[in-house]
């Protein structure tokens, strides 16, 4: 059984439930020396302005390194013809894309522990995408690989998931080991820690990183 830091996370009204139950799957069926972080919100600074993503969950392991995880509620599907994800629930609308999410998380994990001094040269830092809530057709390179979609058919399997995304550690990366890991669970930590809460109740604003029209859908925004 895995350990959690926080050990009870203090989950907010709009958690979505497949992030709950990705780390609980996490915390009971993975090994014991390993640390489940949920919702690690990272902020720094890059060319000359603030850059902000959050780690649905980030899994820290001494025998291998690092894992990041982009959780999705629902029922996923991956539109080829569009080169967009939909989800089938509210008649298939377009979400953002998952895999773009969690490799944007990874970077700043990784920029997060070189700027707290932890070497990340051979650390080996890897990314899956969760969809708990249902059984998702992995469209494959270059898109999604299936070793990197961990699915509802994890209820019971995610060790052996986990192990697939991993793989083996290569020539130029080795195990962190636990003196390492525990230097990469503090700076992840702390940064979340650092971060205030976030208030439900204040005006929504959201950055726009392109606006066009669907037939069927009329104007979409997507940021």
């Known amino acids: 059984?895995?350990?959690?830091?926080?050990?009870?996370?203090?989950?907010?009204?709009?958690?979505?439930?497949a992030e709950i139950t990705l780390w609980r799957w996490?915390?009971?069926?993975?090994?014991?020396?390993?640390?489940?972080l949920p919702q690690?919100?990272?902020?720094?600074?890059?060319?000359?302005?603030?850059?902000?993503?959050?780690?649905?969950?980030?899994?820290v392991d001494p025998s291998f390194g690092v894992t990041v995880v982009e959780v999705k509620g629902g029922t996923l599907s991956y539109d080829g013809t569009e080169s967009v994800w939909r989800r089938r629930e509210a008649g298939g609308r377009i979400?953002?894309?998952?895999?773009?999410?969690?490799?944007?998380?990874?970077?700043?994990?990784?920029?997060?522990?070189?700027?707290?001094?932890?070497?990340t040269r051979q650390l080996a830092l890897r990314w899956a995408v969760a969809v708990p809530d249902a059984h998702v057709e992995a469209p494959g390179?270059?898109?999604?690989?299936?070793?990197?979609?961990?699915d509802g058919r994890?209820?019971?399997?995610?060790?052996?998931?986990?192990?697939?995304?991993?793989?083996?550690?290569?020539?130029?990366?080795r195990a962190p080991g636990r003196q390492i890991a525990?230097?990469?669970?503090?700076?992840?930590?702390?940064?979340?820690?650092?971060?205030?809460?976030?208030h439900d109740t204040r005006p929504f604003r959201l950055p726009i990183d392109r606006c066009f029209t669907m037939k069927g859908f009329g104007a979409v925004a997507a940021g």
Do not use: F, H, N
Not at 43 to 52: D, P, S, V, Y
Not at 98 to 116: E, F, G, N, T, Y
Not at 182 to 198: D, F, M, Q, S, Y
């Open 26 to 36: 996490a915390v009971e069926q993975l090994p014991d020396a390993v640390v489940v």
């Open 40 to 59: 690690v919100v990272m902020t720094l600074g890059r060319g000359g302005r603030a850059e902000e993503a959050e780690a649905d969950l980030v899994i």
């Open 95 to 119: 979400v953002r894309d998952p895999v773009l999410q969690v490799k944007k998380a990874r970077s700043l994990v990784r920029d997060a522990l070189k700027a707290a001094r932890v070497d």
């Open 154 to 173: 994890c209820v019971d399997g995610l060790a052996d998931a986990y192990r697939r995304t991993c793989g083996q550690l290569d020539r130029r990366e």
């Open 182 to 198: 525990k230097a990469i669970v503090e700076t992840l930590r702390g940064l979340a820690a650092g971060v205030r809460p976030r």
């Open 141 to 150: 390179e270059p898109v999604l690989d299936a070793a990197y979609l961990w």
């Open 1 to 17: 059984m895995a350990t959690s830091r926080p050990e009870s996370p203090r989950w907010s009204p709009s958690t979505p439930p």
